[in-house]
């Protein structure tokens, strides 16, 4: 499984594996991953955040899903994005602007 999908489990785990360290740094890994995954969103025009400690995935259009974990970040962005989602697909991969 590539780096981007990490660990598929329920809950927002994989934006909590690491070592142990401090708040701050573990807040700065979590924006991190959010950053990367919102680069591989990109060609769907949806956007995950953080509210409250829920994760939320949004489009373009205003519409929404509170998302478990992060196979469903995929799931929710083909249902409410403008375009399937197939994190793995070498053409996704390139519109998303991954160099491979």
């Known amino acids: 499984m590539c780096g981007a999908c990490g660990v598929l489990r329920s809950g927002p785990e994989w934006l909590e594996e690491g ?3 401090s708040a701050g740094a573990r807040l700065a890994e979590r ?6 995954v919102n680069h591989l969103l990109r060609p769907t025009g949806t956007k995950l955040t953080e509210s409250a400690g829920r994760l ?4 373009l259009t205003g519409r929404t899903r509170v998302i478990d974990d992060l196979a469903h970040v995929w799931l929710g962005a083909a249902e409410i994005g403008r ?3 197939d994190p793995l697909d070498e053409a996704f991969i390139g519109d ?3 160099a491979q």
């Open 31 to 36: 924006q991190k991953r959010i950053r990367i």
């Open 56 to 59: 939320v995935l949004s489009s």
């Open 83 to 85: 375009r399937p989602v």
């Open 96 to 98: 998303a602007g991954v």
């Open 19 to 21: 070592p142990e360290r």
